[in-house]
């Protein structure tokens, strides 16, 4: 974006010559050195000379000369040429002789209004259009014509610029073309020049244009404004303005645009405003007849100052950071302490606290004096968690100032820093005195206490912090044993760890068996029975063999403080004294506790008598009954049952596959009441008939897969079984077959492969007619089968 600024105020000057009278200048011109000036004149003189030489020329015309340019490079030897623009355009070159030759390059189309000379090709204006002159091949390559012919050319001129030297700019009336002179392929040429010029972009703009320029990919335009009044339907004269557009193909894109003020600009036409640039300052010059103004692309520091005016702090920082390299005037760190103060005054201190962070950076002091600014104002809180704790800190009396502050007024806020800084920041004494001071006088209060414990901890007062762990029961303390291996500092809290938490101290207790013995464990909870128990209790659930020497112990603790796990645990313990355990069982009439006890130690039917009288649960006995499998058992159920007609309709319903019901039956008196006796029956018939079915279907599958098998051993038994040379006797182990084939011999083929000669075989068995393989046989395989005998 263009910045415009006022360098001055100049009525065009007349140019004067000593020997002649005054006369008005209409153009001037530079080489791109500024070394050497063409002059041209309304009384029709040429002149041009050099600035810091003696050379020169001069010539005069009998019409008015508008325009004149000189040679880019008119300073070398070989590039001494100049043109001017009147009726006609002239080309002025000095030959090697010294003296200036004239050459007509265009003629008859009225006034030339623009001249503009870029490397080799000369671009001038006349009323029909724009032509481009190439004086390296002395061709015309081109003629662009003007599109509004309605509009004067004498009141509304071409604007002429070249971006580079094959680009021009082409800008009348409100059009603006872009040119490009390229090379033409040799195969194309012919009679026509060896360039050609592309159109690449044209557009109409909202304004008369008088002049142009280029600015990087950009073009800044001088616009000639006429505005419609509100109150007259007549037009006005505004200020011309300054723009800076983005082209396109066919429109282009405002990018910023500047209202000039220039004396007696409603009295000016679109012809009394030209634009001039020079491309190595990168200055626009805006000339009108009373007025000159210089416009020079606004930098990195003109944005920055311009953001600082409008107090856009943020945006000032952040456009300092992008730029820092190219920033002259201003330092990153002075706009950020800028906006610190900004924010400051606005009574923002968490921003601008947390501004410190990026702006003072490494500057330790700035750090401290910002640390003593927020301690004025009473914000020390704002700033203390954006205070540096890596690598670069700050004196440990700035810390321990910030964290008194918060002890004063905020314990929370105290116990968090505590956490979160690092403990080599401050001077841990004074911090842990200080907390100590303060629970003098509030002694219970949690936040303090978690914190002093934090504090010994990272001074390596382990049993201090644990102390205070187990006393507010904090979860952390199981952590911060295992961490620093605390274990030795516990064996004399194990019972304050299993009054926090039963279940983690166990667990822990019991994966550090090593560092923590079950004996001391043990010793410990003795006076803590309860405790004891749950410890024992996970103990047996992970090694039924680990703490066996304690299961007669196990036995009272199971009964009085979990009684639903002690039959498991009697069933599970080989190591568990089973007269001890029936004493306690029988002392507190644990029935099925005792039952298993009497079954263990061989007194079944005292086991059983529990069932049926104690438990009266007929169920329950059958069951007994079936687990033992001991008819004598049986027959103490029946006769216990026979006078108890729910115990029999219990016997009739179970015993069918264990009893004959029919025993059952038998002894049952005449007359008796026994409920549901039908439905009883009925399903002894159908258990019975259910087992006659299962007999019968077992009994077919069986012969169905002897059959089977059979045919299949038959199968293989008939095949043929191959005899080469590689075989040989199992008895003498010499080549199965003679080596001489034709003499007469006799092997022995059993089934299970074994081969033998007929004569090594020994003799039959017990079984006249009939052989069996010896290796097998003494394998005890069974009969190697039957025999395949080769003769010949």
């Not at 000189?70 to 002239?90: A, C, E, I, M, W």
Request: proline share 4%; hydrophobic share 35%.
């Amino acid at each position: 974006m263009a910045e415009v600024e006022e360098q001055g105020r100049k009525p065009s000057e007349e140019f004067t010559d000593e020997s002649e009278s005054s006369v008005k200048i209409n153009q001037i011109s530079l080489d791109e050195s500024g070394e050497h000036v063409g002059i041209c004149s309304e009384d029709g003189k040429v002149q041009v000379f050099g600035l810091y030489t003696r050379e020169g020329f001069h010539e005069n015309f009998d019409c008015p000369i508008k325009v004149v340019a000189v040679h880019p490079q008119f300073t070398r030897s070989n590039y001494k040429q100049f043109v001017t623009g009147g009726n006609k355009l002239l080309l002025y070159e000095r030959n090697w002789l010294n003296r200036w030759k004239t050459s007509v390059l265009h003629e008859g189309e009225g006034s030339i209004t623009n001249i503009q000379w870029r490397a080799n090709l000369i671009a001038w204006s006349n009323n029909v259009g724009v032509k481009i002159y190439d004086i390296g091949t002395k061709q015309r390559i081109t003629n662009v014509l003007r599109d509004n012919v309605s509009l004067r050319p004498d009141m509304y001129p071409c604007s002429l610029c070249w971006k580079d030297n094959a680009t021009l700019i082409v800008g009348w009336g409100k059009s603006i073309k872009i040119c490009v002179v390229k090379e033409r392929n040799p195969t194309e040429m012919r009679d026509l020049p060896s360039r050609y010029v592309e159109i690449v972009s044209a557009f109409e703009t909202e304004f008369f244009i008088s002049g142009l320029a280029p600015l990087a990919d950009q073009l800044v335009t001088l616009y000639f404004v006429k505005e419609n009044s509100e109150h007259m339907d007549e037009e006005f004269r505004a200020r011309p303005r300054l723009d800076i557009i983005q082209t396109l193909p066919e429109s282009c894109e405002e990018i910023s645009s500047d209202a000039l003020t220039v004396r007696n600009f409603q009295d000016n036409e679109c012809r009394d405003y030209r634009l001039e640039h020079s491309e190595g300052e990168s200055l626009f010059y805006i000339i009108s007849p009373k007025d000159i103004v210089v416009a020079k692309e606004r930098d990195q520091d003109d944005h920055i100052d311009w953001l600082l005016e409008k107090k856009k702090y943020e945006e000032a920082l952040m456009a300092a950071e992008i730029s820092f390299k190219n920033i002259k005037r201003h330092d990153v760190q002075k706009i950020g302490m800028a906006y610190i103060n900004h924010l400051v005054e606005k009574g923002d201190y968490d921003s601008a606290a947390r501004k410190c962070q990026k702006v003072l950076g490494k500057n330790m002091d700035l750090w401290e004096n910002e640390v003593y600014r927020f301690k004025t104002i009473g914000q020390l809180k704002a700033i203390s968690q954006y205070l540096p704790r890596g690598d670069l800190r700050l004196r440990p009396a700035i810390y321990e100032m910030i964290l008194h502050e918060f002890l004063k007024t905020d314990y929370e806020g105290f116990a968090t820093l505590i956490r979160e800084w690092p403990g080599e920041l401050y001077n841990n004494m004074a911090i842990v005195q200080a907390v100590s001071d303060h629970l003098k006088r509030d002694p219970t209060n949690r936040t303090l206490l978690t914190t002093l414990a934090e504090l010994y901890t990272y001074d390596q007062r382990y049993d201090k912090a644990l102390e205070i762990y187990l006393k507010l029961r904090h979860k952390d303390v199981y952590q911060l044993i295992h961490k620093h291996n605390l274990f030795a500092s516990i064996e004399d809290k194990i019972v304050l760890l299993m009054d926090f938490d039963k279940e983690k101290a166990v667990d822990m207790l019991l994966d550090n068996e090593d560092k923590i013995s079950t004996d001391r464990v043990v010793e410990e909870l003795a006076d803590r029975p309860e405790l004891l128990h749950v410890y024992l209790h996970k103990l047996f659930k992970r090694d039924h063999h680990k703490g066996q020497k304690y299961h007669e112990r196990q036995i009272g603790l199971y009964a009085e403080y979990d009684r639903p796990n002690l039959l498991p645990f009697l069933r599970d313990s080989t190591h568990c004294p089973l007269e001890k355990a029936l004493e306690v069982c029988q002392q507190r009439n644990f029935v099925e506790e005792t039952v298993f006890l009497l079954s263990r130690m061989g007194n079944c039917r005292r086991a059983l008598q529990m069932i049926m009288e104690e438990l009266e649960d007929v169920d329950k006995a059958i069951e007994f009954a079936k687990e033992q499998d001991d008819a004598e058992l049986w027959e103490d159920l029946i006769s216990y049952s026979i006078d108890k007609p729910p115990f029999i309709t219990g016997l009739l319903n179970n015993i069918g596959t264990h009893v004959d019901p029919i025993l059952l039956i038998h002894r049952i008196k005449e007359g008796m009441e026994i409920p549901n006796l039908r439905d009883s029956l009925v399903k002894i018939l159908q258990d019975y008939n259910l087992q006659i079915l299962l007999r019968e279907g077992c009994k077919k599958i069986l012969v169905a897969d002897s059959l089977s098998l059979l045919q299949k051993m038959h199968r293989t038994q008939m095949r043929g079984v191959r005899v080469d040379e590689e075989n040989i006797c199992e008895s003498c182990h010499a080549t199965i077959l003679p080596s001489d084939m034709a003499k007469p011999f006799n092997v022995v083929v059993f089934h299970c492969r074994h081969m033998f000669h007929k004569e090594c075989l020994p003799s039959s068995g017990t079984i006249p007619g009939v052989q069996f393989c010896n290796i097998c046989s003494a394998k005890r395989r069974g009969p190697g089968g039957g025999i395949l005998e080769m003769k010949k």
